[in-house]
Structures are given as structure tokens and as C-alpha cells.
């Protein structure tokens, strides 16, 4: 099946500086969504990008569906931005939703 | 904004015990979905529903696994007789069409098996 890696596996910012995250993934997809995971464990769904450049706010996304990889971009960074960040594929063919095994972030004041 | 809904929040059960875990998707999507995360690994998908039947499952949803849509809006996730190593979070997810649509996820079900 599908496989996605995600990098780096843990990050450790100071508030106010800039990261990005990046996914790999191993197969053509039909849908790419980035998740952040709260402390209290839910999944927020951030973006729904299979292909192209999405924004909200101080967060972007964008995915190379022809190079296979995303990237998320979280600029100012915040406490709160705090938790682990997880990228999800679906590949074509009818397949399940494959998670990466995240991102772990640490903003510090 | 609609959102997915899941009850209880935590359950906590005796090895052997039957749980069910509840889930309410938003009301006009079609194609339903369980994961579960064991503390401190990835999301793993169990299983896709539409049209009241099961359209894929893992390895991981055994026998001991069910699932059901009782009713018009309550979708949910049955493990006949629980082992420790069925302790996670359990989330719902739901998607208006199966492909090139966002999976909205629930708040999850923390299960702890004794």
C-alpha cells in the first residue's frame, strides 16, 4: 500500500519563529489532509490539499502531487501550535485514508 | 459549522467486557469511517461504511469488531470482548462522497482496558 513519511519527527521552536513540515508520500493520491493533534488528543483538520497551495491564516499548505510530497508552512509560531501534526493520504484505487506517523511540535515561550 | 459528534468522551472497561462506542457523523454524509490511534502511534484506519454495509476493513477489525447504523444519524463501533491491547483512541470520521472529498474526524473515544 500506500506509504507516507513524515520530517522532521519532532521540532522544537521558539514563539514567534517559522517552521516547515514536510510529507512524502509513495503513490499517486486522490486526497492529502493535514491534521494537528491537540494535547487533549483531537484531530483538527487543517487543510484538504491533494494538489496546489491553500492559506489560512498563519498556516499554509502546499502539495507537488507530480513530485509527491506537502508541505506545511506555520509561520509566527504560537504555543498553542503546539501538539503533533499528522499528514494523511488517499491513494487512487478506492484505498483507506494512510497516516503518517506525524510530527511533533514544541513551541516555547 | 456541522461537525462529528462521538459519546463517551472516555470509557474505561474490565478485559472480556463488551463496549459499544458511539458516533453521530454529519447529516448529509454518506460514506462513514472508524480509526483508531494506540498512545503514541500513528492513526490506523479499521473500517469504511456506505450504504449500510461495510465497503473496506483492515487486519486490524477482526471478529471481535462490528459495526452498525441503527438508526438515521447514530453510526457505531462494537468490540465484543475487549483485550488490553484494544486500549486507544477510537475516532469517527465521516465524507459526503468516498474520493477527493475531506474526512471530517470526530473528538475521539479514549478507551482504557483493564
Known amino acids: 500500500g500506500i506509504q507516507v513519511e513524515q520530517s522532521p519527527p519532532d521540532l522544537i521552536l521558539q514563539e514567534g519563529a517559522n517552521s516547515t513540515l514536510r510529507c512524502n508520500f509513495s503513490?499517486?493520491?486522490?486526497?492529502l489532509q493535514w491534521f494537528h493533534q491537540n494535547p487533549w488528543g483531537q484531530l483538527i483538520n487543517l487543510f484538504y490539499?491533494?494538489?496546489g497551495t491553500k492559506q489560512n491564516g498563519r498556516l499554509s499548505a502546499t502539495t507537488v502531487a507530480t513530485e509527491r510530497y506537502s508541505l506545511l508552512y506555520i509561520s509566527s509560531s504560537q504555543t498553542t501550535d503546539s501538539g503533533v501534526y499528522f499528514c494523511?493520504?488517499?491513494?487512487?484505487?478506492?484505498?483507506?485514508?494512510?497516516f503518517g506517523k506525524g510530527t511533533r511540535l514544541s513551541v516555547i515561550a | 459549522e456541522p461537525e462529528v459528534t462521538q459519546t463517551p468522551s472516555h470509557q474505561v472497561t474490565q478485559m472480556g467486557q463488551e463496549v459499544i462506542l458511539r458516533c453521530v457523523p454529519i447529516?448529509?454524509?454518506?460514506?462513514f469511517y472508524w480509526y483508531r490511534q494506540i498512545l503514541g502511534q500513528k492513526v490506523e484506519f479499521l473500517v469504511s461504511?456506505?450504504?449500510?454495509?461495510?465497503?473496506?476493513k483492515s487486519e486490524i477489525f477482526d471478529d471481535q469488531f462490528s459495526v452498525e447504523r441503527p438508526d438515521g444519524s447514530n453510526f457505531t463501533l462494537k468490540i465484543r470482548s475487549t483485550k488490553l491491547e484494544d486500549s486507544a483512541m477510537y475516532f469517527c470520521?465521516?465524507?459526503?462522497?468516498?474520493?477527493?472529498?475531506?474526512?471530517?474526524f470526530g473528538p475521539g473515544t479514549r478507551l482504557l482496558v483493564l
Open positions: 490539499i491533494p494538489s
Open positions: 503513490d499517486s493520491v486522490n486526497n
Open positions: 447529516s448529509n454524509h454518506l460514506y
Open positions: 461504511f456506505y450504504n449500510n454495509e461495510i465497503s473496506e
Open positions: 470520521a465521516s465524507s459526503e462522497v468516498r474520493v477527493i472529498e475531506t474526512q471530517y
Open positions: 494523511a493520504v488517499e491513494g487512487t484505487g478506492n484505498t483507506p485514508l494512510v
